[in-house]
């Protein structure tokens, strides 16, 4: 029979017949279903279970043991869900902290544009500028001379800081 993997739909639509709360007495009896699913391979119950289940009530502990029940079942978003949980509740526990990190959303960063385009223009400004510019040290940003100077230290010191700003230190030959 196949594993069911429950869908984020199947999270947010989940239903058990709780009044939105456990007692204490029943926290055991609600990682024992959470269990009892796992081994069933029931991955509707499992859901429907951690829907339920005020995570405010339960251990760090009881957390980490339920999202590594959530990847026994094969269900990452179950297992995102859980650690989200742990974090709202256990944000200082460094085991939560850490599998919330690993399992957060991934974040798209914007970095530098590629210089790759100023590496060809630098190359056809120094064929074409050979000659003027024989055995001295330039500056150059997307094919356009910056600076010259005799020596690589003046030339350093004429520019400046370069990091991350494509600009081309070399020796002319």
Request: hydrophobic fraction near 45%; charge should be positive; proline fraction near 6%.
């Amino acid at each position: 029979m196949p594993i069911y993997t429950p869908h984020k739909e199947d999270i947010s639509q989940a239903y058990v017949p709780w009044d939105n709360g456990i007692s204490s007495a029943s926290k055991k009896q609600a990682m024992a279903l959470l269990e009892t699913a796992v081994l069933a391979q029931d991955g509707l119950s499992f859901a429907a279970l951690v829907k339920a289940i005020p995570w405010s009530n339960q251990t760090p502990e009881e957390l980490i043991v339920a999202i590594r029940m959530a990847f026994a079942l094969e269900a990452p978003l179950l297992a995102r869900y859980l650690a989200e949980q742990g974090i709202k509740y256990h944000a200082t526990h460094p085991e939560i902290e850490k599998i919330a990190h690993i399992l957060a959303p991934p974040k798209a960063t914007t970095a530098a544009r590629s210089t790759k385009l100023d590496v060809k223009a630098n190359q056809l400004w120094l064929r074409n500028n050979r000659e003027a510019y024989q055995r001295k040290w330039v500056a150059l940003h997307n094919g356009e001379l910056i600076a010259t100077a005799p020596t690589f230290s003046a030339l350093a010191a004429a520019v400046g800081d370069i990091k991350g700003k494509g600009i081309l230190l070399t020796q002319v030959s």
